[in-house]
C-alpha cells in the first residue's frame, strides 16, 4: 500500500482528507487509482492512519479515515548527516539510504577537499531535489517523519550549527589508523531518548587540517569506524547501521 504525508492535520476522525499536487499526479498518474482503494496517511504529528479514497476530482484526491495505525518506525535519537559534498551522485545515494536507515537531517556542506563544487544560483534546486529523493525514502520505508535537507556553505557554516546538538561526531579517517573504536560505542550508550548527534563526514579527500582544528575547538569526539577505510558514501550508512542495531535490536531486548 503507498504512503503519502500530508501537511494538514485530522482534526476531527470525521473530517475528509485531501490531496493536491505532486502527490495528486502520483496516486493518479503513475499508480492510477480509483475509488475505494487504500493508501497510508502520514500527518505532521507523525501520527498515521489507513484511509480510502471517495473521490477524485480533477485537481485533488477525497479521502476517508478507515483505521489509526500503531507505528513506531523513527530511531530513539535523532541523528543529523553531514556529507562533505562529493563527486557524482553519491550525495543522492547517501541520502536515499540513510533515510531508509533513519537519519533525522542532513547538512551537505562545501568543504575544503570537496572536489565537487556547486554553482550558488542552482543550490536551492539542488536542495528541492535531495529533499524529494528524503521524501521518496520516507515513503518506501514507513518513515512518519521525513529528513530536512539544508545545505551549508562552507565547514565554518556548518559547526556554528554544533551548538544545537546534544553531542557532536566525526569520522576521522587518522582515528582509525590509530585503532580508535570506542567514541562510537559510547557515544550510543550514553545517548538517551529524544536526544540529538550531529555526525560529520569528510569529502573523498578526508578532513582537512584546518577542518580538523575547528571540530577541536568545538570539542567534537572524533571516532574510528572500524580497521577499515569507508568510502564517503558508506560511513554515513555504517554509522546509521550500527545506530539501528544498538537502539532497534539489541537495547530493546536487553533493556
Request: charged share 25%.
Amino acid at each position: 500500500m503507498q504512503r503519502y504525508f500530508v501537511t494538514n492535520e485530522l482534526e476531527n476522525d470525521h473530517d475528509t482528507i485531501f490531496i493536491t499536487g505532486e502527490n495528486f499526479h502520483h496516486i493518479t498518474r503513475v499508480m492510477r487509482m480509483k475509488e475505494a482503494d487504500q493508501v497510508f496517511i502520514v500527518f505532521p504529528s507523525k501520527k498515521t492512519c489507513v484511509a480510502t479514497i471517495t473521490a477524485i476530482n480533477d485537481e485533488e484526491v477525497v479521502l476517508n479515515l478507515v483505521k489509526w495505525l500503531e507505528e513506531n518506525t523513527e530511531l530513539p535519537i535523532e541523528i543529523t548527516i553531514a556529507s562533505g559534498l562529493p563527486k557524482g551522485d553519491k550525495l543522492e545515494l547517501i541520502i536515499q539510504k540513510s533515510t531508509e536507515l533513519g537519519a533525522h537531517k542532513f547538512i551537505p556542506y562545501k568543504a575544503e577537499r570537496s572536489v565537487a563544487k556547486w554553482d550558488d544560483k542552482k543550490v536551492i534546486k539542488k536542495i528541492e531535489r535531495l529533499q524529494k529523493i528524503a521524501q521518496e525514502a520516507a515513503e518506501q520505508s514507513h518513515r512518519t517523519v521525513i529528513p530536512e535537507v539544508q545545505y551549508a556553505a562552507s565547514f565554518k557554516e556548518l559547526m556554528l550549527n554544533h551548538v544545537h546538538y546534544d553531542y557532536v561526531i566525526a569520522a576521522y579517517e587518522e582515528s582509525a589508523r590509530e585503532g580508535e573504536d570506542s567514541a562510537l560505542p559510547s557515544l550510543f550508550q550514553t545517548m538517551k531518548k529524544g536526544q540529538s548527534v550531529l555526525c560529520i563526514f569528510g569529502p573523498e579527500g578526508g578532513i582537512s587540517e584546518k577542518e580538523l582544528i575547528l571540530l577541536q575547538d568545538a570539542n567534537t569526539t572524533l571516532a574510528g569506524l572500524g580497521p577499515r577505510i569507508l568510502r564517503t558514501e558508506t560511513a554515513p550508512l555504517y554509522v546509521l547501521s550500527a545506530a539501528s542495531f544498538y537502539f532497534d535490536l539489541f537495547k530493546n531486548k536487553n533493556s
